[in-house]
């Protein structure tokens, strides 16, 4: 049975192997190295995750099946400047085996509910242009497309398109 959960300290070497392979399964995908360099989660990751179980605005979750945890999420509140709320979910992913099933629908059910208890007007997420499985996921979450991002290569080959 799938299940979305809040993260504990213990869960955190698991969450952080998934989002290594997150950063491995998107880096390769079309605007994928810039969101890399630019927006993926650093190294140390695990430190990274902590940071949030400890934050009121922030929350991340396990995605489990049969308890055993094949997915993760993380969201936080973002202040904006005319003093409204907008929640950012920063990560979403569950293991390829595990996906079409409902846990990434689980884990989004409890961050929309959470975001929506701590009074956001919204909540953003980012698909990459290579990655139409997210974007198709997200439409399917209810989220539109809001803004665009356009970007151009400098032929600069530390950091590829």
Not at 18 to 41: I, N
Not at 77 to 84: M, T
């Amino acid at each position: 049975m799938e299940a979305a959960r809040p993260a504990t300290e213990a869960d955190l070497p698991r969450l952080a192997e998934l989002v290594r392979a997150v950063t491995a399964e998107l880096e390769v995908t079309r605007g994928g190295a810039v969101w890399k360099a630019r927006e993926s989660r650093q190294e140390p990751i695990e430190r990274d995750l902590e940071k949030l179980l400890g934050d009121p605005d922030g929350r991340l979750l396990a995605g489990t099946i049969d308890d055993v945890i094949v997915g993760y999420a993380a969201a936080r509140i973002e202040r904006l400047v005319d003093g409204s709320r907008l929640g950012i979910v920063d990560d979403i992913y569950v293991e390829d085996g595990a996906r079409g099933i409902g846990l990434g629908e689980a884990m989004m059910d409890v961050l929309v509910a959470w975001c929506d208890t701590e009074g956001c007007i919204g909540m953003d997420a980012m698909a990459l242009p290579g990655h139409r499985h997210t974007k198709n996921f997200f439409e399917e979450s209810g989220f539109t497309a809001r803004q665009l991002i356009m970007h151009k290569p400098l032929n600069r080959p530390e950091v590829a398109n």
